[in-house]
């Protein structure tokens, strides 16, 4: 009674193992075992071969994890039997129903879950900690395990696969260099700024997650005309915006047609002296918010196209994107020498203030702790403003958001620039 006892609690220990190690093997860093070995670190140069070679360890594993098992089943039915029979004497198969139901049960706790759901806390951990066990048991498996290895890739190949390191992936992927970034990366309650080769690298890890809403800008800030507007009303534009690109549509924003650039017009007055805007016109692309900005971004530079205007479900104008806006989303904002505007931070009295409209509330809220609502919706200060007020207000109007008061004291053409902000006490 006390052997099977002992052969019990030692093949579930075993398995135990197995199963963790498997896990940990699997779902744990390579990033991180090859920067390890590069350290000199002696686990991660024992297992290097064992990573280019999966094959081998996955088989081991399961054979070591099988042998526990029949083990253990044959231990705990002799445990189990005699224990059963003092409630059931006349049926062999209730015997044997209660008595594998009631192994199962233990194998999957405390073989199973358990050790899965403890590898995965810490798969490097384990990986590294207890990769003598898994030598000591490689070596003990390895006839077994070249055996298993041979047959399985017979049948592998039945089934058309003829070379399984040709089909296997990169022993590298996405999910290691995000873990390494995140590992090396300051918290989030330590005030050191990351250096910004990390923030670029994290920006390109998560770009293929980035939707063209998140980085286009917002109809109210597109600067547009209408079609039959004159040549001087868009060259006047031209010189009030500073942009390159001015958007073109036909009654309403939510119908553009196209775009001018200032590049064609300027050489459209040289040479012909166009007398309508259709003259100098180019046509625009049309996106989805919800398309991937990867996706755009590999759009954009196959078609050599730089600009794009960004559709609503309803079909209506939600704003544009330009490629610049795309790259910005990797290595942050860029400046060139058109970028001249600067935003407007005033604090007028301890209640008032006065901001550029493009500002973030997010930003306003952190430095200048004004609890403006938040929300999806919207990302600036003029957004909030049109979201409540359902329209683009115009100069002087006053708009009451909860306990602040919105005086819109500059716009031009459809756009709101500085705002006067007064906080109401309660």
Same mark, same amino acid.
């Given at each position: ?21 498997? &896990?940990? +093997? ?57 224990? /059963?029979?003092? !409630? ?35 798969? %490097? ?9 898994? =030598?000591?048991?490689?070596?003990? +498996? ?8 041979? =047959? ?18 990169? =022993? +590298? ?25 990390? $923030?670029?690298?994290?920006?390109? @890890? ?49 119908? /553009?047609?196209?775009? $001018? ?18 003259? $100098?016109?180019?046509?625009?692309? !049309? ?8 996706? @755009? ?5 196959? %078609?050599?196209?730089? =600009? ?11 704003? #544009? ?5 795309? #790259? ?5 904002? /860029? ?8 935003? &407007? ?19 306003? %809220?952190?430095?200048?702790? @004004?609890? @403006? ?13 049109? !979201? ?9 109007? $006053?708009?009451?958001?909860? %306990?602040?008061?919105?005086? &819109? ?18």
């Amino acid at each position: 009674m006390e052997g099977n006892v002992f052969l019990v609690l030692i093949s579930l220990l075993f398995s135990a193992f197995f199963s963790g190690y498997e &896990i940990a +093997f699997l779902s744990g860093n390579k990033l991180k075992v090859e920067l390890d070995r590069k350290q000199g670190k002696r686990y991660a140069r024992v297992m290097d071969r064992f990573i280019k070679n999966p094959e081998s360890v996955i088989s081991c594993l399961l054979i070591g994890n099988n042998i526990a098992l029949v083990i253990y089943g044959i231990a705990a039915s002799k445990i189990l039997d005699p224990l /059963i029979e003092h !409630y059931i004497t006349d049926s062999v198969g209730g015997i044997l129903a209660i008595d594998t139901i009631v192994a199962t049960l233990i194998v999957l706790i405390t073989a199973e879950y358990l050790p899965k759901a403890l590898s995965r806390l810490n798969p %490097n951990g384990m990986f590294s900690s207890l990769y003598w066990l898994f =030598i000591l048991f490689y070596h003990l +498996f390895y006839p077994i395990s070249i055996l298993v290895t041979k =047959i399985s890739g017979r049948f592998m190949r039945v089934f058309g696969v003829y070379d399984i390191q040709e089909n296997r992936g990169a =022993i +590298f992927d996405k999910s290691d260099l995000m873990y390494l970034s995140s590992e090396v990366a300051p918290d989030d309650d330590e005030e050191e700024e990351q250096p910004s080769e990390m $923030v670029i690298f994290q920006n390109a @890890l998560n770009f293929s997650s980035v939707k063209v809403r998140e980085c286009m800008i917002p109809r109210t800030e597109i600067a547009a005309l209408d079609i039959q507007d004159s040549i001087e009303e868009l060259s006047q534009l031209f010189v009030e915006q500073g942009y390159s690109r001015i958007l073109v549509y036909r009654e309403n924003i939510d119908d /553009i047609i196209g775009y $001018v650039h200032s590049k064609d017009l300027l050489v459209a007055q040289e040479n012909e002296h166009p007398k309508t805007i259709a003259e $100098v016109l180019r046509t625009v692309t !049309y996106v989805s918010e919800e398309m991937s900005a990867q996706t @755009l971004l590999a759009y954009f530079t196959k %078609n050599r196209v730089s =600009i794009a205007v960004v559709r609503d479900e309803w079909g209506g104008t939600s704003g #544009i994107v330009t490629l610049e806006d795309l #790259i910005e989303e990797i290595f942050g904002e /860029i400046d060139d020498e058109l970028d001249k505007e600067e935003f &407007i931070e005033k604090q007028v009295s301890e209640d008032e203030y006065i901001f550029s409209a493009r500002l973030e509330v997010e930003e306003i %809220n952190r430095k200048y702790e @004004l609890e @403006l609502p938040e929300s999806d919706a919207y990302e600036t200060l003029a957004g909030l403003i049109m !979201y409540f007020n359902e329209a683009i207000p115009g100069e002087k109007e $006053v708009v009451e958001v909860d %306990n602040f008061t919105f005086t &819109i004291l500059t716009t031009t053409r459809n756009k709101i620039e500085t705002v006067n902000v007064r906080v109401m006490r309660k």
